[in-house]
């Protein structure tokens, strides 16, 4: 049996400090910056503003230990549809990059979380109300490619919408088609989460997937009971149920950033 040299001893120790040091390196703490972009339920509609969903899932992820800093904008807006998310028609896209600007001159990454449909796939009422499954798919495309344009070294995570009463209706319409519609709505965000991967590798994930069931089937617990004209149907998420989707939304973006920073 063949004795190990010294100098043999001493290059393999050099290597495995090599390694170690690159591998400490990897996982150093890095700061997130996250710009919440979404309408009603991402705003905390019927809640205080301190328990809307991105107030939990900053915490969630501060929690995590993950990383050195959180910082957050919740641009959510009650009503609001991809449409008018959308930088030619002006309406809330320049409020969005405004917030954006301002969190990406701090340190770390920034990360455009993005929940929408709800308001799209109305029967009637919303801003372009409603939205098909296509052209939904189109306007997001939009949304995305202009943010990467702006900030190339930017996260966007698309969270698939969570579930409403098939009779909700308020001042707008949405009722039974308008849920159908927004299921058509979930493969359109598969695909595009698979075209970014060609085009723009480590750029655009898929974040929440479980949420819109966990809701369908605990909404009697976790949604408001709200008064409409076809009775008394479920669409906000209450306290407890803001919670909950933090961690959903929470789970989507971390993983997203795992695999973003992954080698």
Request: with cysteine; glycine share 6%.
């Amino acid at each position: 049996m063949k004795r190990i040299s010294f100098r043999m001893l001493l290059l393999l120790c050099s290597v495995l400090f090599v390694a170690n040091t690159a591998s400490a390196a990897k996982k150093e703490k890095q700061s997130l910056n996250i710009v919440f972009i979404g309408n009603s339920i991402t705003q905390g509609a019927l809640l205080d503003k301190n328990d809307a969903p991105p107030v939990y899932t900053t915490e969630y992820l501060k929690s995590s230990k993950r990383f050195k800093a959180v910082r957050f904008s919740n641009q959510g807006v009650s009503g609001s549809t991809t449409v008018d998310f959308l930088p030619t028609t002006r309406r809330l896209f320049q409020r969005t990059i405004a917030a954006a600007d301002l969190l990406s001159v701090e340190e770390g990454t920034l990360l455009f979380s993005v929940k929408l449909g709800t308001n799209d796939s109305a029967e009637k009422g919303p801003n372009g109300s409603p939205v098909s499954d296509t052209q939904y798919y189109d306007n997001i495309k939009l949304i995305i490619d202009t943010l990467l344009s702006r900030y190339p070294s930017s996260l966007i995570v698309l969270h698939k919408p969570i579930w409403y009463s098939p009779n909700t209706y308020n001042g707008a319409i949405y009722l039974k088609a308008g849920l159908n519609r927004l299921n058509s709505y979930i493969p359109q965000l598969d695909r595009l989460v698979a075209t970014y991967a060609q085009t723009h590798p480590g750029h655009v994930f898929q974040g929440d997937t479980a949420a819109y069931d966990f809701f369908r089937i605990n909404f009697k617990k976790y949604l408001f009971p709200e008064e409409g004209n076809a009775g008394t149907f479920f669409l906000h998420p209450n306290k407890e149920g803001a919670k909950k989707l933090a961690v959903f939304w929470g789970k989507g973006i971390l993983k997203a950033f795992e695999k973003s920073t992954a080698k």
